[in-house]
């Protein structure tokens, strides 16, 4: 991952830390928390650009879609950021960790056929 996105992360986290009146437990609960609040986000802009609400109708774009997506990315981080300042270790582990699980999944087995 850039490592730009990384510095960014930790500026947000700096930030919220600066602002942040409430005890570091509770804290780190409530952004572990948003990303609860953000993927409700991505499904009311996913039920808004499909028109699934006949009342509404189509509120959003498949645009809205994707910035709410990475709004879910960017909670994710930060949430990682304050559980871990080694959360750029942590996230590349899991990465190569899933990368190696999938790439597994994907090896023909013994006989030819494939999976």
Wanted: proline share 3%; glycine share 6%.
């Amino acid at each position: 991952m850039d490592s730009r996105i990384w510095e960014s992360v930790d500026h947000l986290v700096a930030w919220l830390d600066e602002e942040s009146r409430l005890p570091s437990q509770e804290e780190r609960l409530l952004r572990i928390l948003k990303l609860s609040e953000e993927v409700g986000e991505v499904g009311a802009a996913v039920i808004g650009a499909t028109g699934q609400n006949p009342r509404k109708g189509v509120t959003h774009s498949w645009e809205d879609v994707q910035h709410e997506l990475c709004d879910v990315v960017f909670s994710a981080l930060v949430a990682l950021r304050t559980l871990t300042p080694d959360a750029a270790r942590v996230f590349a582990e899991r990465l190569a960790y899933v990368e190696q699980r999938s790439a597994a999944s994907r090896r023909e087995p013994e006989g030819g056929q494939e999976v």
